[in-house]
């Protein structure tokens, strides 16, 4: 099985823009979430999709979004960057994202905010 | 407040040797618990879980014990190898919220 992808591996934007990045879980898999990882502050939770329905939201303002598709693939939407939102912008996902299913990382992508 | 904490940030090994990696919880609700790996560059790699009812779990050169009265838990690594050398994550899932919470994560130095 493939396993999870995420597109752009790189990305650099300037303050004010906004971006898209994309995720493709692994087949079968209905539960995608994404993580902010930072310097010192680990693996943050974003939000978790589920059959196209946010299910649950991390402690981020609402300049960050997300949504998924009939297809499970997702988008995590970020406006109005700030330099602060410099980050490696993981994706994970699992069958049902129940408390035991067992989460899968995608390799990333790398924002840089000038 | 930090409710997975992995409070050695880094750690040396030799190789041939076990290496041992803490991390501790305050959420008593938390009942499954996993460890990831990470290189540079890439994604979180998954190693290893456990779950609450049981107090070990085995994957050939990985070991994560489990204490529950004590909100303690760590990943054995027998025998270490240079290719173990990454940060190493332990997370614990919340349950009914669908997210993971990570520590911070302890760099895993093997040395030749």
């Known amino acids: 099985k493939a396993g999870v992808t995420q597109t752009p591996r790189y990305l650099i934007k300037t303050r004010g823009q906004q971006v898209t990045l994309s995720c493709s879980p692994i087949?079968?898999?209905?539960?995608v979430s994404w993580y902010q990882q930072t310097p010192g502050q680990g693996l943050q939770f974003l939000f978790e999709?589920?059959?196209?329905?946010?299910?649950n939201k991390g402690n981020f303002p609402g300049r960050f979004s997300g949504r998924q598709f009939s297809n499970s693939r997702s988008e995590m939407n970020v406006s109005t960057l700030e330099l602060g939102d410099s980050a490696l912008y993981l994706c994970?996902?699992?069958?049902?994202?129940?408390?035991?299913?067992?989460?899968?990382f995608g390799p990333g992508t790398r924002l840089t905010v000038l | 407040d930090q409710q997975v904490k992995q409070n050695s940030p880094s750690l040396s090994v030799q190789e041939g040797r076990i290496s041992i990696l803490n991390c501790d919880y305050t959420?008593?609700?938390?009942?499954?618990f996993l460890w990831y790996k990470k290189y540079p560059a890439e994604g979180p790699t998954f190693l290893i879980s456990?779950?609450?009812?049981?107090d070990k779990n085995e994957d050939g050169r990985f070991t994560v014990f489990l204490n529950k009265s004590a909100k303690h838990l760590s990943l054995h690594i027998v025998p270490s190898q240079p290719g173990d050398s990454a940060v190493y994550f332990c997370?614990?899932?919340?349950?009914?919220?669908?997210?993971?919470?990570f520590g911070t994560g302890t760099r895993l130095k093997v040395l030749a």
């Open positions: 994970a996902s699992s069958s049902d994202g129940g408390t035991t299913d067992t989460q899968y």
């Open positions: 087949s079968g898999h209905r539960s």
């Open positions: 999709y589920f059959s196209e329905t946010q299910r």
């Open positions: 959420n008593s609700m938390f009942d499954y």
């Open positions: 456990i779950s609450s009812i049981k």
């Open positions: 997370a614990a899932s919340d349950p009914g919220t669908y997210k993971y919470i």
